[in-house]
């Protein structure tokens, strides 16, 4: 009999254990891909397209492959023909076509930065030398990188075979518009006409890059039995296999990933870029072959977020009420068609309840790379335009922004504008800590300062996951899962069989599996890791626990299972008699097989990630520099297993939703390649830029979690622009229409309004 | 019987109607009774033999992965709608 | 290719002879030559301080040194920050005080932190900001590393 444990008290949940990796990380022994090194090893680079659309009309690699030192010059020649075929690598589809396309560009390039040749050599120096002596003759054609202008007729066409798809239904002519959406609830015609008060901006964003600080890097090594062996830094070994399987055209059997210690991905390390190229190269130079991106190729040719333009229009009663909302959103795709707009869309209205409503999406091609996800992707740029409307309608009637929240925050039972109704959710509940908290207690004084809060949403998402526990002599266990851990959730995970268990986070050793070593695991992504594969070592644990009762009624108290008891703390209880998990674990041991346990689990609903920031800003009106003086940041976690990550969690993706908010940006010339390909000049949020980030935690119980846990990782990023934005107005009395609000912006804007005042 | 909410986007096919009520114990027959009743509406929702890339179902407000195979019990409310990941 | 030159250095206390060709910088020297692979490459141009190393008692960016330039110098790295079994109190700081998610960054953190204390121990929280600012941190929002380094100051103090 197994007894329930998810009593809110815990014993291992809510502590704050050191890493498991810890060591490791801070002694420099931890192995990151571009730490990898293989006897023989080549080191590879890619050629990448000058320019940011084109037609390839001929490469020479003759020179390149006359380079001493030189082993492999490959093409897309080289590259297998895929064909038109859509690949569903779990968290989504996509056409092959056009993921090969990306690795390697076929008969056009897309965007600056798009890789067309790729060199293995004995050095990276010979391999860039020989790289660039490689002849690429180009086409040049008219390029495309505002959002607005590639969905006109007349726009440059990035590819002549992509037909708008509606909902299965595809445009007669072919257009940069890969999708279009479309969602509607209630009446909007009779929501509009019952509002005392209606509000509506146009906003645009422009693209943002995740901004890991370790570069994309790959090993592969296409071993004599055929099988291709691949060190990688990405999210989802499992992904990154059957992406490369398939651009290879080889057996998904015949690879296998090992992810290794992994610095940031954030969204941006979930499609391949060079798992393929170091495959063929090694393929072809029967050596190992490892890429590492530069610092400007991570720029130019992977990750950003999509630019945006949006425009929004919110409708509410004099009394507060919000009764309609109608959204019209267009997204950058990039090269090829990207996937943020659906999100877009349903995150526009998700943190109200909001009777009647229409949203449009465009997932649109430009001459951008690729888009990827990014942290709660497609959510961040609706939130700004949503959240200050919700702001713009409390000033128009004198309500404070906080109440207007509270009156119509979304909650269990509020239908989503594509139909399904939430669960328990814990958006009031984060409100109410806003309201009881310091920092909104806290007065605010001095000329041009302000405070702004903003509210956010993620989904959260499940997918698959597995777990399989081992038993050791001394009752320690191992925990091997499949989860990239970019941020301690080894130690999340390991806290929670702990818990299960009755053991401590250090009795468990947890390890994260290449494919051949562990069961099918999704993504480290949609905020599901601690959630989705903490379920698994909890599932996991479970099922160690029913052999250990079987066997103990066996082999230790000679009686039927049902005789025996498993108690909260973990131990197990027959007529008075007590043993602990260890206890019973090493008896087990001497007497019988070993004892080993696993776990596969699905979960499919979204665990709903809701939080809510505030942020005192001070504006520099000589210069239009925002400092942030103060900020605090909210949300459910459901259970925080180890509050130090989540605040953690809060913390990084409240900063990077800071720098999105007043300066990151791509900035491109006027022949649409990118101008800021560094660090230097793509200004990332330094430690010198920020105050300390409070964090306060809720904890309303997710119930599709034993122990309640929601993923906390990607809403922080959500609110930070809005919030700032909202900020900066009451400071100002300037409403910010675009992203970012960087000096320039900010100080034209008030120039401007001063000099119309 | 199910109660089954057309996408906004297929309201074409279905002369403006937001939902109807048929007969059916897995997704797949929603998916048949859909397209007797609204013919052309099967294709914008599948794909072969499966529910096209990019959609999921929402069974009562809950999510699931099974696609057409999933099962429904009278009384539930099915959507279909967009998927999502995350970073 | 230029021939290559004969480095004689002192890396984390330890006498160390090289071979380097004259383009290579002290990070290529350290990762691929010596297999130190603590140091990181984040931007390979200054800018994100991943690689930081101790050259003669000042943190420096080990991409924009190079190899040869460390001939009788002193350099210390992220490998050589631990005394034997024991961290340092600035690596003990950083995970009690979890000032590490993805641990990219954190090789080079720990080296300018270290170079930091050692000057400064009693490092209020905006010198703090101001000598850390050339270390890129993507995942924490530098509240937890800001925290860890005034902690090991601390313990800096209250150990000697």
Redesign the interface.
């Given at each position: 009999m197994i007894k329930n444990n998810g009593n809110g008290e815990y014993r291992v949940l809510g502590t704050r254990p050191v890493r498991h990796d810890g060591a490791d990380k801070v002694t420099g022994k931890a192995v990151y891909t571009a730490d990898v090194q293989l006897p023989g090893m080549l080191r590879g680079f890619i050629l990448r397209s000058p320019i940011a659309h084109g037609l390839i009309k001929s490469i020479d690699t003759s020179a390149a492959k006359a380079t001493p030192g030189v082993h492999a010059v490959i093409t897309s020649a080289d590259m297998p023909d895929v064909g038109d075929k859509i690949a569903d690598l779990g968290e989504g589809a996509v056409n092959l076509k056009y993921l090969s396309g990306n690795v390697l560009a076929q008969d056009k390039v897309l965007y600056k930065g798009h890789a067309v040749a790729a060199v293995a050599a004995v050095d990276i120096h010979v391999a860039e030398e020989a790289a660039n002596k490689i002849i690429v003759e180009y086409e040049e054609l008219p390029s495309v990188t505002w959002v607005l202008d590639a969905m006109q007729d007349d726009a440059p066409l990035l590819h002549d075979d992509l037909h708008t798809d509606s909902m299965g239904a595809k445009s007669e002519n072919p257009s940069n518009i890969c999708t279009h959406m479309h969602f509607e609830k209630g009446n909007i015609e009779d929501g509009f006409a019952q509002c005392d008060v209606v509000v509506e901006r146009e906003f645009k964003t422009a693209s943002v890059h995740q901004g890991y600080i370790e570069p994309h890097a790959s090993v592969g090594d296409w071993n004599e039995d055929g099988r291709l062996r691949i060190w990688t830094a990405t999210q989802g070994s499992f992904s990154a296999r059957q992406q490369t399987a398939e651009i290879l055209q080889i057996p998904i059997g015949d690879v296998v990933v090992t992810p290794c210690e992994i610095g940031g991905g954030f969204g941006g390390k979930i499609a391949v870029y060079l798992e393929p190229l170091v495959g063929m190269l090694s393929k072809v130079s029967g050596r190992p072959v490892k890429i590492s991106m530069t610092r400007a190729d991570v720029f130019e040719a992977t990750g950003p977020t999509p630019g945006s333009y949006m425009k929004v229009k919110i409708g509410a009663t004099n009394d507060g009420k919000l009764i309609a909302g109608e959204a019209w959103l267009a997204y950058d795709a990039g090269g090829y068609p990207g996937g943020m707009i659906g999100p877009g869309c349903m995150c526009v209205f998700s943190c109200y309840d909001i009777e009647h409503a229409v949203v449009d999406g465009y997932d649109v091609c430009l001459n951008k790379p690729n888009t990827q996800a990014y942290r709660a992707p497609g959510a961040t740029q609706v939130a700004f335009a949503t959240e200050q409307l919700v702001d713009e309608i409390a000033k128009q009637i004198g309500m404070c922004p906080l109440e207007i929240r509270q009156l119509n925050a979304a909650k269990e039972g509020t239908v989503r504008v594509d139909g399904p109704k939430y669960p328990p959710v814990g958006l009031v509940e984060c409100l109410e800590a806003l309201e009881e908290s310091d920092h909104w207690k806290s007065s605010l004084d001095g000329p041009l300062r302000g405070r702004g809060i903003a509210a956010g949403f993620w989904f959260g998402c499940g997918l698959k996951s597995c777990a399989t526990v081992t038993v050791n002599h001394d009752g320690t266990v191992n925990l091997l899962e499949g989860s990239t851990d970019i941020g301690g959730s080894r130690t999340s995970l390991a806290m929670q069989l702990a818990e299960v268990l009755g053991i401590t986070s250090d009795d468990v050793n947890p390890m994260v599996g290449d494919t051949d070593s562990v069961g099918y695991t999704d993504v480290t992504g949609g905020s599901r890791v601690t959630f989705a594969t903490g379920l698994a070592a909890y599932t996991a644990g479970r099922d160690l626990q029913t052999q250990m009762i079987s066997r103990a009624a066996e082999e230790v108290w000679d009686c039927s299972p049902d005789e025996v008891t498993l108690e909260n703390d973990g131990s197990f209880t027959h007529n008075g008699e007590s043993k602990t998990f260890k206890e019973l674990a090493s008896q087990l041991f001497k007497h019988g097989e070993p004892l080993v346990a696993r776990a596969a689990v699905s979960p499919e609903n979204p665990t709903n990630g809701f939080g809510v920031h505030v942020a005192d800003v001070e504006v520099d009106p000589e210069t239009g520099k925002v400092t942030v003086l103060r900020y605090t940041t909210i949300q459910d976690a459901g259970k925080a297993v180890h509050p130090s990550y989540v605040e953690g969690q809060l913390q990084g993706g409240t900063v990077q939703g800071i720098g999105w908010a007043l300066n990151e940006e791509y900035f491109y010339h006027d022949n649409d390649t990118v101008a800021n390909a560094s660090f230097l000049d793509y200004r990332m949020p330094t430690m010198l830029d920020l105050p300390m980030i409070d964090t306060i935690i809720v904890e309303a119980a997710n119930p599709d979690h034993p122990y309640g846990v929601r993923g906390v990782g990607e809403t922080p990023i959500v609110p930070p622009p809005a919030a700032l934005a909202n900020a900066i107005y009451n400071a100002t009395g300037t409403r910010m229409e675009q992203l970012p609000m960087s000096p320039p912006v900010l100080w034209k804007q008030l120039q401007s309004e001063s000099a119309e005042a | 019987m199910v109660t089954v909410?057309i996408?906004?986007?297929?309201?074409e096919l279905t002369g403006g109607i937001t939902s109807v009520e048929v007969e059916a114990s897995n997704i797949r027959q929603v998916v048949e009774r859909l397209e007797q009743l609204f013919p052309g509406i099967q294709?914008?929702?599948c794909?072969g033999d499966d529910l096209?890339?990019?959609l999921q179902v929402?069974i009562d407000?809950?999510?699931?992965?099974r696609g057409l195979i999933a099962k429904v019990q009278p009384g539930n409310e099915i959507?279909f709608?967009?998927?999502?990941?995350?970073? | 290719m230029a021939n290559k030159r004969h480095v004689s250095t002192t890396i984390n206390g330890e006498p160390k002879e090289f071979l380097c060709a004259p383009h290579e910088s002290l990070l290529e020297v350290l990762r691929d030559n010596l297999g130190l692979t603590g140091s990181k490459e984040g931007c390979n141009n200054g800018n994100c301080g991943a690689c930081t190393v101790i050259l003669n008692g000042r943190p420096v960016d080990s991409c924009l040194v190079l190899g040869v330039e460390v001939e009788d110098a002193e350099v210390e790295t992220v490998e050589g920050i631990a005394d034997r079994n024991e961290l340092h109190p600035v690596q003990e700081c950083f995970l009690e005080g979890a000032a590490l998610q993805c641990g990219i960054c954190t090789p080079g953190f720990l080296v300018a932190s270290k170079a930091l204390l050692e000057k400064t121990p009693d490092a209020c929280e905006h010198t703090i900001r101001y000598n850390l600012a050339g270390n890129l941190c993507r995942c924490t929002g530098y509240d937890k590393i800001v925290r860890a380094v005034q902690d090991a100051g601390k313990r800096m103090a209250e150990s000697n």
């Open positions: - | 909410f996408p906004a986007q297929l309201k294709q914008r929702l794909d096209r890339s990019g929402s407000s809950v999510m699931t992965s959507h709608v967009p998927a999502f990941g995350g970073g | -």
